[in-house]
């Protein structure tokens, strides 16, 4: 398996505009995370799915944010309108989520730029 | 409010000397614990864990510490190398995987 692969590696964006993040998990992996890097917030959890499900969506900064899976393999990460301070680097992980089973893999991550 | 902390940002460590890195969580309920280690322009790889009911796990050069009645947690690197020069990443899991904010680790020759 090659990981968990995001795309792209590096966005730039004018403000206002709408950007949409991928990320494909490890085949048979049941749990999604999406993470912001930030200097001044390290990684910060955005979203957590398990199951395709969203199961706790309370790191979403606020109503720009949005992110779906639609099949057990995919995931994107959609931020609408998108404004400077979305600037960061953008990390997915998955994981197959079972008693005694806990690490996740990251991917390689997208580097947002809003100008 | 932060349920993982990570209050040294950096840490400055000879070469062949132990690298202590620390950790605090405001959560009892927490199931494992994980450190996670960061190249630049790469995502985290995990590098070990501990379940809430142990108090030592160890691999190799990296011992993980747990101490639950004051809900924190070390990880030691004996003897550093230069290659363990990384930003360092505590993690818990309660279902969902919350990070501290990192310590960076430089190991000087």
């Known amino acids: 398996d090659a990981g968990v692969i995001q795309s792209p590696r590096h966005e730039v964006t004018e403000m206002g505009q709408e950007v949409t993040l991928r990320c494909k998990l490890i085949?048979?992996?049941?749990?999604l995370f999406w993470y912001r890097q930030t200097m001044m917030r390290g990684l910060e959890l955005l979203i957590y799915?398990?199951?395709?499900?969203?199961?706790?969506d309370s790191g979403m900064p606020e109503d720009r944010f949005s992110a779906k899976m639609p099949n057990a393999s995919f995931s994107t990460l959609k931020i609408q309108p998108s404004e400077p301070r979305d600037s960061a680097v953008y990390f997915c992980?998955?994981?197959?989520?079972?008693?005694?089973?806990?690490?996740?893999?990251f991917g390689q991550g997208t580097r947002l730029t809003v100008v | 409010d932060q349920q993982v902390k990570q209050n040294s940002p950096s840490l400055s460590v000879q070469e062949g000397r132990i690298s202590i890195l620390n950790c605090d969580y405001t959560n009892s309920m927490f199931d494992y614990f994980l450190w996670y280690k960061k190249y630049p322009a790469e995502g985290p790889t995990f590098l070990i864990s501990?379940?809430?009911?142990?108090d030592k796990n160890e691999d190799g050069r990296f011992t993980v510490f747990l101490n639950k009645s004051a809900k924190h947690l070390s990880l030691h690197i004996v003897p550093s190398q230069p290659g363990d020069s990384a930003v360092y990443f505590c993690?818990?899991?309660?279902?969902?995987?919350?990070f501290g904010k990192g310590t960076k680790l430089s190991v000087k020759p």
């Open positions: 799915f398990n199951n395709n499900v969203p199961i706790d």
């Open positions: 992980a998955s994981s197959l989520m079972t008693r005694g089973n806990t690490e996740a893999f």
């Open positions: 085949s048979g992996h049941n749990s």
């Open positions: 501990i379940s809430s009911i142990k």
């Open positions: 993690a818990a899991l309660e279902g969902n995987l919350i």
